[in-house]
């Protein structure tokens, strides 16, 4: 028998092991692979862009300029979408409203998640009576659907902020409103989430291990499980961005959102249906922009999921 | 005596994203009337995908099947269109799975699935096609039978429903039946059981079996000729006891080497394979096991060794004796 | 089952009285009562006090919650502020089935208020569900079946679109193109406006034409996303163990996809329908303002852009009923689908 060849020459190019990659290597491969996702975030860049970045270009003072001898023109070389019941430019108001409304996407968001984890975290976490309460609480604010909820709050909480002046731009007050009823009203699916990942995760090796070792509850909850459950997290508050800014659209659609001299896409539609016929640029250009807007959010938060799933492990 | 199923050079691969798998690379084997054949290798060597290609059960994209023929009563199962084989599996040929929890479908009656074949295959009417269930569950050693026809499958333990599992595959009088390693998921004490069966049912009815399994121990109770795979190649075929008293091939004497045995001194240290199984998306170049084998020659890794005959019934892939350790 | 379905029930009750409670704070302080009644007529200091005693909102929160709930016609009201409480008071309490009385319509019980509108609003919803339903297993099947197939891809594409659009565009959208376009090209047009045509009345063959872009618009959202759901949920069986084991014995495609596939991805399908409810309520707000179709979203708006609060918080309480109600009926058709819930006995035999 020959002398067994070297160890290295035994092994071809397959039997070499490559190196493993770690979660965050495997995830960002995964979303690449993901075309549409990375198209869509494109797109999401480039409405940013539109929005914050046309700021620049168009001043406030022209989005907001009346002139109704100008008034339900079509879109022409000197108002690319045309103008509106009073006169005022479509073109620089998308501008505008784009930034409130996905301001408003983004800050309803933070203040959604903010609650939803914590409810959740505390309800999975500590379980028990304090589980039943929070659950209890959830499923009721859950119940009612959030439409009737927001109507009710707006029109309550609606007149009670007065306008804010930040930065040089007046707001109206009704902004601030919004953006936490609609918070305040969207929290409870993502809290439900969370308390099913905390139930099933505080039942882990590593959760034992850290408290017997002592470390403090806030601890075991923020630093230990709560990174364990990033990904539910991540994608509920990506698609929730979307369901912000269609409810923001929804309910300043029917009158009762964001009230002017502030624009946003939603606002900007509400009376749109008594010019279906005579003014479609009316409603065609913000909803076209929302409806862009919503599908590139759907768009990244599915490839944010598929990419954070740690049921595949395939690269 | 006639194959009863003869497959020769069945080449199955596999198209996904990652590469092209090589699952299957010219496999050959037969089965006899009433014999049993016990196809054994490790995980992922091929066995299943080779039945799986047999029966037409693979899916087609990612899934193709490159070459090979399958003869079955003088058809070439591999030509046939999907509407042929369906009036051959399940009624001439049939197939046991792994795993009993997941192979029954939750949300149907086991009466339901257990006549359903009969039904398709045999025109039995609901009330025949019943009555025969509830025979043959009993057969299977399910006690009241009949009143258990209208219950579920998640109120039956595992190795009942593997039992249903083979009463589902006997309804319509097989010749032949393929089990892919149906014990696996079982306990050994409910595994002894199922593998009685298998043979006390294999005696009345005379159908011809193949035993897919990893385990060399319940070969040896069972089966009559042995095929043994490894990445996607059939390396040894031969009768059960030349098997056990004559291996030829390295890769059968290191698995028969690694058997736990009652009769070792304590002391003595299990003997695994070393280096692990190949990577399937590579092109197989050369004898597949030559990374790991104790024999290797040079002429292994590049030329693939096709299988010889050593002697009656006995044949090999390899280039060297290994009982003498030379080239042959 | 039926222990399973009690025992629903008696969960639903008290998530119902949190929910009670909840509107109930939120409507007591949805602005002034008297100001919404007519302030005009009642500008004496006397009228205003008797009024703000007969409606009880000299009492406290968690005092009004209980007359609202139960009624204050077993004890007596103070009226004339004389601190003796003499006239028997005439509410009987949600509980019997007293929503109280409208405050913009004058003492009509808000009962008949909601009554008047809610068929339209429940016609609309109704018709909208069974298009989803129908038309989604449709499509998610006939998808699953045909992966990748253009079609396919072409209607996965337009589901990803429909179900980001907001529901006021789809509106508007279809109005555009099935209304004025159509009939600015000569092709008969679908009406936009209302229930039924004033010239012709209210015959069910108006209805049914009333109906057509309202309901679709309603159902479009909620059709393109369950058409995926079902294609995504059938993939998910096909690919099932037991699929391959019935298709090893031989069984046709027909019955391997409608018998064994079908009946596992109904489940999650049920789930996600039930669920659907207040989905439909929101658009039937929007999609009833837009085609001025006289139904219970546009009664909500209306009553609470002028403080009717009764009215409103009768709407609030139906509603969340409803959704309660139906989810306790998705859960227990979901439980009698499947046979694992069903047959609970938890019983494995021998081995």
């Avoid at chain 1, 090796?205 to 364990?228: K, Q």
């Avoid at chain 3, 045909?146 to 959208?173: E, R, W």
């Avoid at chain 3, 019955?255 to 658009?283: E, M, Q, R």
């Amino acid at each position: 028998m020959d002398k067994p060849p070297e160890r290295s020459s035994l092994f071809t190019t397959d039997e070499a092991e490559a190196p493993p990659l770690s979660l965050r290597q495997l995830t960002w491969r995964r979303f690449r692979r993901h075309r549409v996702a990375i198209a869509a975030a494109i797109t999401l860049a480039l409405l940013f862009v539109y929005a914050f970045g046309g700021g620049v270009i168009v001043s406030e003072r022209f989005a907001n300029f009346t002139d109704t001898s100008l008034r339900l023109q079509a879109p022409s070389s000197g108002h690319p979408f045309g103008t509106d019941t009073v006169g005022r430019d479509i073109l620089a108001r998308t501008v505008y409203g784009g930034q409130i409304s996905l301001m408003i996407g983004l800050t309803a968001v933070l203040i959604e998640t903010l609650a939803g984890v914590l409810i959740g975290a505390a309800a999975g976490f500590y379980g028990g009576r304090v589980d039943t309460l929070l659950m209890r609480f959830t499923e009721a604010v859950f119940n009612i659907p959030q439409i009737f909820l927001l109507i009710v709050m707006a029109k309550f909480f609606g007149g009670m902020v007065p306008n804010l002046t930040v930065l040089g731009r007046t707001y109206s007050g009704s902004l601030v409103v919004i953006i936490f009823i609609i918070g305040l009203t969207s929290w409870p699916y993502l809290a439900r989430i969370v308390r099913a990942e905390f139930l099933s995760l505080k039942e882990n090796d590593f959760v034992l291990a850290a408290r017997a070792t002592g470390t403090r509850n806030s601890e075991i909850i923020f630093r230990h499980i709560l990174p364990n459950s990033a990904a539910p997290i991540v994608v509920s508050a990506t698609l929730g961005v979307a369901n912000a800014i269609l409810t923001e659209a929804y309910i300043s659609f029917l009158g009762l959102g964001v009230q002017p001299p502030t624009a946003t896409w939603g606002n900007m539609l509400e009376g749109a249906y008594n010019y279906v016929a005579t003014a479609p640029w009316l409603w065609i250009f913000p909803g076209l922009l929302i409806l862009l807007t919503v599908l590139s959010i759907n768009f990244l938060g599915d490839g944010l999921r598929d990419a954070l799933d740690p049921r595949s492990r395939t690269v | 005596m006639t194959n009863l199923l003869e497959v020769s050079g069945l080449t199955t691969r596999f198209h996904t994203p990652e590469g092209t798998v090589y699952a299957v690379n010219g496999a050959s084997f037969e089965v006899k009337q009433g014999e049993t054949l016990a196809v054994v290798g490790e995980s992922g060597c091929g066995k299943s995908v080779s039945m799986l290609s047999i029966l037409g059960l693979v899916a087609v994209p990612p899934g193709e099947i490159v070459s090979g023929c399958a003869l079955f009563d003088g058809q070439d199962l591999l030509r046939l269109k999907d509407e042929e084989l369906q009036a051959i599996r399940g009624k001439d040929i049939s197939m046991v799975f792994q795993d009993p929890m997941t192979s029954l479908n939750p949300v149907l009656s086991i009466g339901l699935q257990v006549t359903e074949a009969m039904r398709v295959h045999c025109g039995y009417s609901a009330e025949q096609a019943a009555r025969r269930a509830v025979d043959l569950l009993d057969q299977v050693g399910i006690s009241d039978a009949s009143a258990r026809l209208g219950e579920y499958p998640h109120q039956f333990s595992g190795g009942m429903r593997q039992r249903v599992m083979i009463a589902m595959a006997l309804s319509c009088d097989p010749r032949l039946i393929i089990a892919d390693e149906p014990t696996t998921a079982l306990d050994v004490t409910i595994q002894a059981q199922i593998v009685e069966l298998v043979i006390r049912l294999r005696e009345q009815r005379g159908m011809a079996v193949i035993w897919i399994t990893h385990d060399l121990g319940v070969v040896a109770g069972m089966a009559d000729r042995v095929s043994v795979m490894y990445a996607g190649f059939i390396v040894e075929e031969s009768d059960v006891d030349c098997l056990y008293d004559d291996p030829r091939h390295p890769y059968t004497l290191a698995l028969l080497a690694a058997l736990p045995r009652i009769d070792r001194r304590r002391k003595d240290r299990l003997k695994p394979i070393r280096g692990s199984p190949p990577n399937l998306l590579v092109e197989p170049h050369g004898c597949p096991f030559a990374p790991r084998c104790e024999f290797v020659i040079e002429r292994c890794r590049h030329e693939n060794p096709t299988l010889q005959t050593v002697s009656t019934g006995h044949r090999i892939a390899c280039w060297v004796d290994i009982r003498g350790g030379q080239p042959k | 089952m039926t222990r399973y379905l009690a025992r629903r029930v008696l969960e639903a009750i008290p998530l119902l009285f949190i929910i009670s409670i909840v509107l109930f704070i939120l409507m007591s302080n949805m602005g002034d009562p008297l100001a919404t009644m007519g302030g005009r007529t009642l500008t004496r200091a006397a009228d205003r006090l008797r009024l703000t005693r007969q409606l009880g909102l000299d009492k406290s929160v968690p005092e009004q919650y209980l007359y609202w709930l139960v009624g204050n016609d077993w004890t007596r009201v103070d009226l004339d502020g004389d601190g003796v409480p003499e006239t028997a008071g005439t509410r009987k309490g949600v509980l019997r089935g007293d929503l109280g009385t409208s405050l913009v319509n004058r003492g009509r019980p808000v009962w008949q208020v909601i009554w008047a509108r809610l068929p339209n609003t429940l016609l609309l919803m109704l018709t909208a569900e069974i298009v989803i339903i129908v038309g989604s297993l449709l499509i998610g099947v006939y998808s699953a079946l045909h992966q990748y197939s253009f079609l396919d891809n072409l209607i996965t594409a337009i589901s990803f679109v429909g179900y980001s659009m907001p529901i006021f565009f789809i509106a508007l959208l279809s109005m555009y193109i099935f209304s004025i376009q159509f009939k600015a090209w000569g092709l008969p047009s679908l009406p936009t406006v209302g229930m039924f045509d004033p010239q012709v009345g209210q015959t069910p063959g108006q209805v049914a034409l009333h109906m057509v872009l309202p309901v679709f618009s309603l159902s479009f959202i909620s059709f393109a996303a369950y058409s995926r759901y079902i294609r995504s949920t059938m993939l998910e069986v096909l690919s099932q163990d037991y699929i391959r084991t019935a298709r090893a014995k031989g069984l046709p495609r027909r019955d391997v996809v409608f018998v064994h596939a079908l009946k596992n991805a109904s489940l999650p399908i049920v789930t996600v329908i039930g669920l659907d409810l207040p989905l439909l309520l929101a658009g039937a707000v929007v999609t009833e303002r837009i085609f001025a179709w006289p139904g219970m979203g546009r009664l909500f708006l209306d009553h609470v852009s002028r403080g009717d609060a009764p009215v409103v918080m009768g709407i609030l309480m139906l509603i969340s009923v409803a959704v309660v109600f139906f989810q306790i009926v998705t859960d227990l058709v979901y439980a009698w689908l499947d046979p694992r819930i069903r047959y609970d006995t938890g019983r494995a035999q021998g081995g």
